[in-house]
């Protein structure tokens, strides 16, 4: 910050000495001079207090300006994304807002491609299912459960993990 402070007052510096060689310093005096008098000047009410009045009413129309301003949301944060690995099987999840994990999918450990469910006994009333990978045909594993209650299992997992 002091390397970019001291810039600023060289070009500050440079630009006064340059203007004292191009001669606007005497223009900006005899700028100010005329605005001098006009201030001094006298119409039926002093010019000093109608430039007091402009003043307070471009403070006031700024501020109403702002003040109704819509007010912007805050920026939404990402959802945060984890992944662990257990049952043989590559898990990413995220969280919402509330903090409850949203978005589970399985992926395989050896190719990282998603993991497709798949019912082995359709005649069975609790039903067996594996999870395979259609890229590289690898078995993850098989479930003897309902799919929900596996589901519980793994999200149980999660939250003793802490993640």
């Known amino acids: 910050m002091g390397g ?4 600023l007052v060289a070009l500050a510096v440079g630009l006064a000495i340059v203007g ?4 606007f310093w005497s223009s900006l005096a005899a700028w100010l001079a005329a605005f001098g008098r006009f201030l001094a000047a006298s119409t039926e009410v002093p010019n000093w207090l109608l430039g007091l009045f402009a003043l307070c009413a471009v403070i006031v129309a700024g501020w109403l300006g702002a003040s109704l ?5 805050p920026p939404r944060r990402a959802p945060i994304r984890s992944q662990e690995a257990f049952f043989n099987i590559r898990w990413r999840w995220s969280y919402d807002e509330s903090g409850a994990v949203r978005d589970l ?3 395989c450990l050896r190719c990282d491609h998603r993991l497709v469910l798949q019912d082995l ?3 069975h009333p609790v039903g067996r299912y594996e999870c395979r990978c259609e890229s590289c045909g690898a078995v993850a594993c098989e ?3 309902p ?3 596996f ?13």
């Open 20 to 23: 004292w060689f191009l001669g």
């Open 121 to 123: 006994d359709h005649r």
């Open 69 to 73: 301003r819509p007010e912007r949301a």
């Open 4 to 7: 970019r402070l001291r810039l």
């Open 143 to 145: 479930i003897d459960c």
């Open 105 to 107: 999918a399985p992926h």
């Open 147 to 149: 799919v929900d209650e």
């Open 151 to 163: 589901e519980r299992r793994v999200l149980s997992r999660i939250h003793q993990q802490g993640g």
